[in-house]
Nanobody, 123 residues
């Protein structure tokens, strides 16, 4: 499965962006999907994830109430709506497909990764 993330860019603090992640195909299983990010000089961290059926989501504390993860299984596409962006949200954002169907939060539970899209939030 190949993942293509898009939607990153430069935005001022308080602004919004919507990231998309298109999968080349469905996997043979019904998989959860997630977003991770890596800020300059920092380790990769979990951002948000969503279960296969979309009813169960999981968020990092730092983005709760500001980010919303969603998916369209018919289009094999994952989304991340990011509102009230802060300079500390600046990072390369990666989408990933989980090994199972749950909204996983640990990177080792993911099997396919996209190439990343850069989000820069200016103060």
């Amino acid at each position: 499965v190949q993942l293509q993330a898009s939607g990153g860019g430069l935005v001022q603090a308080g602004g919004s962006l919507r990231l998309s992640c298109s999968a080349s195909r469905r996997t043979n299983s019904n998989n959860g999907m997630g977003w991770f990010r890596r800020a300059p000089g920092k380790e990769r961290e979990f951002v948000a994830s969503i279960a296969w059926r979309g009813g169960d989501t999981n968020y990092a504390e730092s983005v709760k109430g500001r980010f919303t993860v969603s998916r369209d299984n018919a289009k094999n596409t994952l989304y991340l709506q990011m509102n009230s962006l802060k300079p500390e949200d600046t990072a390369v954002y990666y989408c990933a497909v989980a090994r199972g169907s749950a909204a996983a939060s640990r990177a080792e539970w993911y099997q396919y990764w996209g190439q990343g899209t850069l989000v820069t939030v200016s103060s």
